[in-house]
């Protein structure tokens, strides 16, 4: 079964440029999360989606940061501008049912290089 | 409200040796405890969870875990380690019933040597 994709794997860029990130969560799985991973601040929440709808973005560290989720299948995260302390891991994650018992089920990141 | 605790930040054991991660958890409700493990360069991947059934889990790779209440613990053991078991090892708490809401603990780096 395919798992949660992430695109691009890697990404490098000048500081200023604009950055999307792109996840396809699990076929099924109807909440999506985006994650940011650095070594000062472990894992963080950024924002989450149920049945495509933003339920939580109070993680999401300023206007500079924007997500959505068109469809079922597809969410991006945005950042525009991009700085330098953007440089990170995002991960995407999805679980089927918000309100579950079952475990999230995590992309294999986007490691994100602001110059 | 939420927390957990990784008590070792770094732990070195040998080939074949047991291992002890070990993790401790604060919950006003009842919790459901999860272990992660993340090798370099790739995401989380599930190890086993505890969501009020049976204490003892079983987890993949032969890695288990006890759900202890009195002492807010959920360890995960190991019998014998491998070489490919060197990882970051995550303790995540949330609500039973909540899969939203993670509380990761801050990891603990297991290294493996001959």
């Known amino acids: 079964d395919a798992g949660v994709i992430q695109s691009p794997r890697h990404e490098v860029t000048e500081m200023g440029q604009e950055v999307t990130l792109r996840c396809k969560p699990i076929s099924g799985h109807n909440s999506l999360f985006w994650y940011r991973q650095t070594m000062m601040r472990g894992l963080e929440l950024l924002i989450y989606?149920?049945?495509?709808?933003?339920?939580?973005d109070s993680g999401m560290p300023e206007d500079r940061f924007s997500a959505k989720m068109p469809n079922a299948s597809f969410s991006t995260l945005k950042i525009q501008p991009s700085e330098p302390r953007d440089s990170a891991v995002y991960f995407c994650?999805?679980?089927?049912?918000?309100?579950?018992?079952?475990?999230?089920?995590f992309g294999d990141g986007t490691r994100l290089s602001i110059l | 409200a939420q927390s957990v605790t990784q008590l070792d930040s770094h732990v070195s054991v040998s080939e074949g040796t047991p291992v002890l991660l070990r993790c401790n958890y604060s919950?006003?409700?009842?919790?459901?405890l999860f272990w992660y493990v993340q090798h370099p360069n790739k995401g989380l991947q599930l190890l086993l969870k505890y969501t009020s059934a049976a204490t003892l889990v079983k987890g993949i790779n032969g890695f288990e875990a006890e759900f202890k209440k009195s002492e807010t613990s959920f360890h995960l053991t190991k019998p014998s380690a491998h070489m490919s078991d060197a990882a970051e090892y995550f303790c995540v708490v949330t609500r039973t019933g909540t899969a939203s809401k993670l509380t990761f603990g801050t990891g603990t780096r297991l290294q493996v040597t001959l």
């Open positions: 989606f149920n049945n495509n709808v933003p339920i939580d």
């Open positions: 994650a999805s679980v089927q049912g918000a309100g579950s018992n079952q475990p999230q089920h």
């Open positions: 919950s006003s409700y009842s919790p459901s």
